[in-house]
């Protein structure tokens, strides 16, 4: 499959300079900011850097179009559009061997090479648009499908280095998508043409959006980032207001934090509604080629809000926007949300996801300690094939008093000897002696960085064993804590499998989203397991709703956390329920912030929360439980 320009799968070292692109600005959108005169050269370097990647990308993708197609196009068209791709190929190639041979080269050279790789890049868009002109409808549905895939992948992946140049990517995009969508609309002979066509028109803007908020939060974050160095900076040379220094550089570490909070719950809004509306797609059709698409654009939400989320929680560490405080944390409580969370991704690979020692209490900060534990069990099942993952707690005798090892075991593909050391260096993806299936390869390779430098945090050490082809462990230590008086009981049913087949028929749901596409995909999507669905986009209109004499007691309340004029879901929770005290309704509250800090109100208000992009599995399994389907 196609790699979009930039994109890099391949592990590399954490100071190869290719996460640069991550941290520039879009040219038009920050043209306010404060500009540091190295940052449109560290960003060309950085492409250059990431071009090995991209041309093997490049060149894969070429051999599956020729292998797929071979003997379906005509000659002449399939050798005209390889001599193209090789030409192309070539050129780069050129581009990127001057670059090896001129490593110092002067700014006013790098800017005009910038040209020649745009140019180029732009070009090799153009081709891979005319490749669905020329090879549309050729062969079976599967060459069809795989075509598509090809195309889309080769967007998606490109979000990553080519958002940060709007202009750029723009132009890429269209190069690629626009002809793409065209073709498949004017194609009378296949059935779902239009549906298609549509699907891809949404994948198209919401990628663009995607690709807007990803440039404008990491470029107006890395302007916070050197702010705030250059006034630590200041502090170190004028000791005479070293204090106002400092303030201001902590209210623009908040800013940043802050800032970080609301990019986060933009980018996932379409995120999530992405993923609703293909689930309602598949729910609507039973054919094949709509079902491998769907798929498709389920791996791709899922892979970008992981990238996300690694970038938001190691951004939130280095900031020093993590507090520590240890309480009682009881295991059974622990392990019962991530059963709830693991379970179905376990089930869906015949894993079996095992838990032992639920009795004991650690004393630990419970948000760390499950975000670790979380880390963890993911690594465990995206590297493991068959067997199982075990979870396991065990109280043991330490210098330093009594303590509880907490373990995941996993039954993997393992990690070799020479990778071990540096498993939780920043952007490292440990290498096995066997290649790497997609899968194994999601991520920027922060998880485990993350892993360590909270379980830092907690005065902790996070230790590795692995035996290549057999399995992986990953331990640390916690003290000992007191079971607390009153606890939140979230284990409960929660260990009974996910059901793969969820029926809602007759059941009301109540859905409060102020996103018109999210709240569209939820009413579709909760429509074809059965449900019926009021939905509303303010607090003041379930008020209405609730004044009216035709309001209807639900069943679950399905709510967003931020609302319109200033309310929040808290808000439509209690109006709704103080509608109906004596039920008891339950609730179940999504937001599009990873920062945390809703766990009180969890507690206080009895709802589950849970973080955009939700795929449809995971809330899916989230309704089974909060309603005690079986």
Sequence with gaps: MAVAPGTHRA?????????????????????????????????????????????????????????????????????????????????????????????????????????????????????????????????????????????????????????????????????????????????????????????????????????????????????????????????????????????????????????????????????????????????KSRDPEVAALVNSINESVDALEGLFGELLDITRIDTGGVDVNPAPVRMRDLFGRLRLHFEPIAFEKGLMLSFHGEQHVAQADPVLLERVLRNLVSNAIRYSDDGGVLVSCRARTTPQGAQLLLQVWDTGIGISPASLPRVFDEFFQAQSNRPLEAHHRKGLGLGLAIVKRLSALMATDVTVRSVVGRGTVFSLLVPVGRAPRVTLDASGAASAKAPLGLTLQGRLLAVVEDEAAVREGLVVLLQAWGARVVSFDTVEGVRAWLAGTTAESPDLLLVDYRLPQGTTGIDALVAIRSRWPQLNLPAIVITGSSLGGHEDEALKHDYHLLIKPVLPNKLRAMIAFKLGVR
């Design 11 to 283: 592990s590399v070292p954490a100071d190869s300079g290719d996460t640069l692109p991550l941290t520039q600005p879009f040219a038009d959108t920050t043209a306010a900011e404060p500009r540091m005169p190295d940052v449109s050269v560290d960003s060309i370097r950085a492409l250059y850097v990431q071009t090995p990647a991209s041309l093997s990308g490049n060149f894969i993708g070429m051999v599956l179009m020729a292998s797929i197609f071979w003997n379906l196009a005509a000659p002449a068209a399939l050798f005209a559009w390889l001599g193209v791709g090789v030409v192309l190929w070539l050129l780069r190639l050129a581009h990127y061997m001057r670059f090896l041979r001129q490593p110092g080269a002067s700014d006013v050279t790098l800017q005009a090479w910038r040209k020649g790789w745009r140019a180029l890049v732009l070009a090799q868009g153009a081709m891979w648009g005319v490749a669905v002109w020329l090879f549309w409808g050729l062969g079976t549905p599967y060459h069809l499908v795989v075509l598509i895939l090809i195309v889309v992948s080769y967007c998606l992946g490109s979000v990553q280095l080519l958002a940060t140049q709007s202009k750029v990517f723009l132009a890429f995009i269209s190069l690629v998508l626009l002809p793409t969508i065209v073709r498949i609309a004017t194609d009378t002979s296949q059935p779902w043409h239009w549906q298609l066509a549509v699907v891809l028109t949404i994948l198209f803007g919401l990628t663009l959006l995607m690709a807007r908020t990803y440039g404008n939060a990491l470029g107006q974050a890395i302007a916070l980032k050197r702010h705030t160095d250059e006034l630590a900076a200041q502090l170190r040379v004028e000791a005479g207001i070293a204090e106002d220094a400092r303030r201001a550089a902590e209210a623009a570490s908040r800013a940043k934090t802050q800032f970080f909070a609301a990019a986060s719950h933009d980018l996932r809004q379409p995120l999530h509604a992405m993923g609703l509306f293909a689930e309602a797609l598949r729910q």
